[in-house]
Each structure stands twice: as structure tokens, then as C-alpha cells.
């Protein structure tokens, strides 16, 4: 019975008809002549709460509450996720759904209405953008339903939901997808002409019109006394590692997201298209020290296990040690790679105390450093400058912008390619860098 009458409650409308009631009464004090009218009108508004409160009450389970949530969550992306509601009362009623969103939202103001009829489910849909990876704990959904308005009566789904916030394999998806349906080039994925030809030997065959004349094999041509060609195909199972930096430069937000994020996001989808391509993809994460290694593969649960590594990937403070990367790197890694490292130098001088560990790591694997541009500073920079702090506040972003491409053509000068990307293309110019560096065939 306790619990009976705590699950009922008194809407607004129910304290302001009580005030009206209560101010009638004081001018029936003044007239003799509406005293009836007045107690009537408290009889009636009585009887419409008793009412009220029989109707919602008649049923024990009068509302079957359903939440149709995914198994996780995707970081960066907006997700789908639906509450679905059923009314068993025989009239149409009104509903207000208030769910407890994980803390990490600091939103304590979800609610939506609709109204219900019997027994025609009604769907409440709604999206979260989730911005850091782990586990989010969903509370209980509370509805509270009123027939005329006074009372209200409440149902609690009392499950509690956790869902675990992976790096967005929704990206994941359209990208594929896309590249099923042939239409890559509208996320931006550039067209590359091959440059040249690849070496792997495939096959011996007969010529046929339109072979390539300087791939004739004049020794078996002479056994067989036909002209025989050599056939070739693309180079497969190279491996394409992503190393990605967990220090503290790679804590810098843009959009809601770190820049360990963006890198995270790349390194998934990235790491599948190589796996479609034919290549092993691996993972290699570092700070101080050395965090995981999945060695480069493209077996069947490859993508599986780097899924489950990336999510567990957390920014650290202190400054990464590319020594320590170097030497793991010799020891564990020996054969020839394309390494992709995202990492964040923000000055000329960062970069230089880590340059000679990656010329000794350039001279085993083709190193790809992935640097960020600030896009704060590009907006400031191309806002109008009006007070005399707003045109030094330019000058030093200029000169920051300045010192990125600076940092970009000095690894380059030392054989070491830098890809210089806006956080929000790092998906797509990381794809385009490893098509273009698989076309023009230097791995």
C-alpha cells in the first residue's frame, strides 16, 4: 500500500485548481450566495481527482515499458536508441517518459510526451553522441501517465542498462559499405593511378593481346615454342601498422573528441580496409613504455581483437618515449612495414628530440608521422581582428599554423612522410595516404 500511494502524484494543474478553489472560498466568506457554488465546485474537482485516480489505478500492469538499446555504443556518432511504450488501459491517456541518462551526458532534463492508446505501441526515439570511450550505465525509466490531469501515476522500468562505448564502428560500416557499392569517392577517398608495376609473381602464361611485352619469359618461350608472359599481381600481406601516441599532447580536445580518439577512430577503420585489401593490419600502443602489441595479421577475429584493444586505450600525462618505441619496434617487428604514427608535435623543437629515433625507425619501415592542425587557430586567424589583443592573438596562431608546416617539411627533408590532417578528415586522408603509397608501390 506504501509503495501504492508513492508511485501517485499531484500534477501542477491539480495545485492550481486548489488555488482557484481556495480563492473562491475567500470570496464566499464576503457573499452568502456563493457558498453553494463554491462547495460544489470543491466536490466536483473532489470527485474528478477521485476519479482520475480509479481510472489509473485499475490496473496493476496498465503500461509495459520496452527499451530497445544496442549492444554498445559508437564514440564520436550520433546513436540510435528507442524506448518503446504499450498501453493496456481501455482510454487514451497521456505520458510523460523521463530517462536516467548516464552521468557522463550531465543531462538531467530528458523528457518527452506523447500520448498513448490501447494497445497500439508507441516508439520514443533519440540520439546520444557519446565523446569518451567506456562503460555508460543507464538508470531506471520512469513514465508517468494522467487521464484529466490532476494525478498522476508512475511506472519504473527498474533494469538497469550498461553499455560499453566502442571506437565508431559506425564509421566502420559506411565506409564499407561505401566501398561495396563503389562509391567511396563521395566520403573523399581519392582515385589513385598505380605508378609503375608490382612484383609479386603470380603465374607463367601465353601471351595474349595486350600483355605487357616487357614481362615476356624468353625461357619458357624457348622450352614450350610459344610466347610466354609473366603474370603479376598486387603485392598482399604486407603489414600496415598504427602506432598511436597516449601521451599527453594527444589529450587536446576538438569537437568534444581527443585527439586520441580521432587517432582511434582512423587506426579502426583503417586497419579494416587494409584487411579488405589483402594486407595484415597490426597495432602497436605507447607512451613512456610500450601498452599493447598486436602483431600485424589478417586472420579472421584480426579486427576483433584490435576492436577490444582500442577501446581500452586511455591519453597519459607523461612525454612519450620514442626510444623505448624504437627498440621494441627492432626487436619485435622485422619484417618491412608501413607504419602510420599519429602523434601530435605542437613545436619545432618536440619534433627535432624525437627525430633521430624515427630516421633509425624510417630505415626499416616506411614511417607515415601523422600530425594535427589546429582548427582553433585557423578560425581565429581568419576572424576579423579589431582590438589591438585580438591582432596579436593572429600573429601567434599565425606563427603556431607557421611552425606545423614547418615540422611537416622537415621530416620530409630527413625521408620521413608527415601527413598534416584537420582531425575531423584524419579518417579520410589516412585511407587516401595508404592507397596512394600502395599505388605508387614503395612498400
Given amino acids: 500500500m506504501k509503495s501504492f500511494f508513492r508511485n501517485l502524484y499531484l500534477t501542477r494543474r491539480f495545485f492550481i485548481g486548489l488555488l482557484l ?34 481510472i489509473l489505478c485499475g490496473k496493476k500492469n496498465a503500461l509495459v515499458i520496452t527499451r530497445h538499446y544496442p549492444e554498445k555504443l559508437a564514440n564520436g556518432d550520433e546513436n540510435d536508441l528507442r524506448i518503446s511504450l504499450t498501453s493496456h488501459y481501455p482510454h487514451k491517456i497521456f505520458a510523460r517518459v523521463l530517462e536516467e541518462l548516464p552521468d557522463l551526458f550531465q543531462k538531467r532534463d530528458f523528457i518527452c510526451k506523447t500520448t498513448l492508446y490501447t494497445a497500439r ?15 555508460y550505465h543507464f538508470g531506471n525509466c520512469n513514465v508517468l501517465v494522467r ?26 560500416r559506411k565506409y564499407l559499405l561505401m566501398a561495396t557499392t563503389h562509391r567511396l569517392n563521395e566520403l573523399g577517398i581519392k582515385r589513385i593511378r598505380k605508378i609503375g608495376a608490382t612484383l609479386e609473381f603470380e603465374r607463367v602464361k601465353e601471351y ?34 598504427s602506432f598511436i601516441d597516449t601521451g599527453r599532447s594527444m589529450r587536446m580536445p576538438f569537437n568534444g573528441l581527443t585527439l586520441l580518439d580521432y587517432a582511434v577512430n582512423a ?22 613504455k610500450i601498452d599493447n602489441h598486436i602483431v600485424a595479421d589478417r586472420k579472421n577475429h584480426q579486427m576483433r581483437l584490435i576492436s577490444e584493444a582500442l577501446y581500452r586505450v586511455r591519453t597519459q ?51 607515415v608521422v601523422v600530425l594535427f592542425k589546429n582548427t582553433e587557430l585557423k578560425q581565429m586567424v581568419q576572424k576579423k581582428a579589431i582590438k589591438i589583443r585580438e591582432i596579436y592573438n593572429q600573429v601567434i596562431a599565425e606563427k603556431f599554423m607557421y611552425e606545423k608546416r614547418l615540422i611537416a617539411q622537415e621530416l620530409s627533408a630527413h625521408g620521413i612522410q608527415a601527413m598534416l590532417t584537420e582531425p575531423q578528415q584524419l579518417t579520410v586522408d589516412s585511407i587516401n595516404k595508404y592507397l596512394e603509397i600502395k599505388a605508387r608501390g614503395l612498400i
Fill in 21 to 54: 478553489i481556495a480563492f473562491c472560498f475567500v470570496l464566499a466568506f464576503f457573499s452568502d450566495m456563493l457558498c453553494p457554488v463554491v462547495q460544489w465546485l470543491f466536490l466536483t474537482f473532489g470527485f474528478i481527482c477521485l476519479l482520475g485516480r480509479g
Fill in 121 to 135: 505501441p508507441r516508439h520514443i526515439d533519440y540520439r546520444i553522441r557519446p565523446l569518451q570511450r567506456g562503460e
Fill in 147 to 172: 487521464y484529466i490531469g490532476f494525478i498522476e501515476r508512475r511506472f519504473v522500468l527498474r533494469e538497469p542498462v550498461m553499455l560499453p562505448c566502442y571506437p565508431s564502428f559506425i564509421q566502420l
Fill in 208 to 241: 595474349a593481346q595486350g600483355d605487357d611485352y616487357r614481362f615476356i619469359n624468353w625461357k619458357a618461350t624457348g622450352k614450350v615454342k610459344k610466347l610466354m608472359v609473366n603474370q603479376y599481381e598486387d603485392e598482399k600481406s604486407q603489414p600496415i601498422y
Fill in 267 to 288: 587506426t579502426l577503420v583503417l586497419s579494416n580496409v587494409s584487411i579488405l585489401k589483402q594486407d595484415k593490419a597490426g597495432l602497436l600502443v605507447f607512451s613512456k
Fill in 317 to 367: 600525462f607523461p612525454e612519450s618515449e620514442f626510444g623505448s618505441l624504437y627498440a621494441y619496434a627492432r626487436r619485435n617487428i622485422s619484417q618491412r612495414a608501413l607504419v602510420f604514427l599519429y602523434t601530435n608535435f605542437e613545436t619545432i623543437d618536440a619534433m627535432r628530440r624525437q627525430l633521430p629515433y624515427l630516421r633509425l625507425m624510417s630505415k626499416s619501415h616506411l614511417i
